[in-house]
């Protein structure tokens, strides 16, 4: 495939072993949303070895079945908290529920992921000389008082709030990220990753995009949550899948905002998935949950430039790619 081939690299990449030998990729979470299509995107270079190291909280076998007996993929169970022992080249760094009812449900052990977890993948990417990319969150600017959010923004987080365990433990991720870079002279990469959206999201995970579309569905009222005003921008997981590889490749450390900066606020959401998929369905106004940012949009300036990149995908044309998948897990066809 053409289309998401990165364009010709610096050329000091050029002659980098990613293009002349065989590569061991260790992607941790790899069996979650991202992960499994990043997987996909890896194995589809025939120089690749994946190996998946996930606990299946909230991934599952099943988004790697047509990987799984394949002679260049491995699948571990492990706990990112516990330490692990391969010989890889580069370490994409994901395993951490990305959705608020997963992350709050054990908050303790959402800091430990992000905070062990990621001290172990750097003891690792150290051990054997790994470049490691670690995705981080738009959750790191909090409630933003800077919109769009650039990198250099440094956020407005609550650090004693019920989603600190999430945006804090990636904050530290991020600062135990450039200290292994500066101390130990680690290869490091971080992609700030706006909400993402696409086939294999948790169904019931409680997100806005999969809530909606399940709802619509199943014929259920769509949860808008207060004031509805809230905005969020959506990115397609290709396109998201696309950045990430970009940033492994390319010559710079991050951290990178990766998203679409099409902004919609909550209402418009449910009124282009009401549109598209179940025009009759009903819009509810429900309370929402504590501490949840008014706005959100990246500022993709540094994507594009430093990685020639930027998302393809638009909402209307990524929705039904959604509901497709969603209908299949649902068994509800089209009527
Ligand atoms: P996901 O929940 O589908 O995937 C996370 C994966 O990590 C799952 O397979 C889970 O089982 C695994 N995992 C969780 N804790 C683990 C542990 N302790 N040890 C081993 N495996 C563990 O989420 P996703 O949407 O694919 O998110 C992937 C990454 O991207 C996460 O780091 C998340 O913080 C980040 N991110 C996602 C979004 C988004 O919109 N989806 C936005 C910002 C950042
Ligand atoms: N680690 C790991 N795999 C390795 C090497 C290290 O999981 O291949 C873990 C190790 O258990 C430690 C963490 O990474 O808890 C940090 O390792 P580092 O060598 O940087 O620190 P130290 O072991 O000296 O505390
Ligand atoms: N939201 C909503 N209805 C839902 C679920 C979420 O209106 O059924 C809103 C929520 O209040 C927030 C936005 O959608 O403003 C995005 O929430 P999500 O949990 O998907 O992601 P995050 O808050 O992490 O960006």
New binding site residues.
């Given amino acids: 495939k053409t289309t998401s081939k990165p364009p010709p690299l610096p050329s000091p990449l050029r002659f980098s072993k990613f293009y002349q030998s065989n590569m061991r990729i260790l992607v941790?979470?790899g069996?979650?949303?991202?992960?499994s299509h990043l997987v996909d995107k890896l194995m589809e270079n025939e120089k690749n070895e994946v190996i998946v190291?996930?606990?299946?909280?909230?991934?599952s076998k099943d988004n790697l079945r047509k990987w799984i007996g394949h002679p260049r993929f491995e699948l571990i169970r492990?706990?990112?908290?516990q330490p692990l022992l391969v010989e890889v080249d580069q370490i994409y760094h994901?395993?951490?529920?990305?959705?608020p009812i997963?992350y709050k449900y054990n908050p303790v052990k959402t800091i430990k992921?992000n905070v062990i977890?990621t001290l172990n993948m750097l003891g690792l990417a150290k051990r054997v000389g790994a470049r490691i990319l670690l995705?981080s969150?738009?959750e790191v600017y909090g409630d933003p008082l800077i919109h769009p959010q650039p990198e250099t923004y440094w956020g407005n987080v609550n650090p004693i709030g019920v989603r600190s365990c999430y945006d804090e433990g990636?904050r530290v991720a991020e600062t135990l990220m450039f200290d292994y870079h500066r101390q130990h002279g680690i290869e490091i990469r971080i992609a700030r990753?706006?909400?993402?959206y696409g086939p294999r999201m948790?169904i019931d995970d409680g997100r806005v995009v999969s809530n909606f579309i399940a709802q619509a569905l199943r014929g259920e009222p769509l949860t808008v949550q207060k004031p509805g005003t809230q905005t969020r921008s959506f990115c397609y997981v290709s396109d998201m899948v696309d950045g990430l590889i970009r940033l492994m490749e390319w010559e710079h450390t991050g951290p990178i905002n990766i998203g679409n900066p099409g902004e919609f606020t909550m209402v418009e959401l449910a009124e282009t998935v009401k549109e598209l998929i179940k025009p009759d369905v009903e819009i509810n106004m429900v309370e929402n949950t504590p501490d949840d940012p008014r706005q959100r949009k990246p500022d993709i300036t540094k994507a594009k430039e430093l990685l020639g990149w930027e998302p393809k995908v638009k909402l209307r044309d990524g929705l039904p790619l959604m509901e497709e998948d969603f209908r299949l897990r649902l068994g509800i066809s089209k009527e």
């Fill in positions: 941790t979470g069996a979650g949303f991202i992960g190291a996930d606990n299946y909280f909230t991934g492990h706990d990112v908290t994901l395993a951490c529920p990305a959705s997963f992921t977890g995705t969150t738009s990636k990753i706006f909400n993402t948790n």
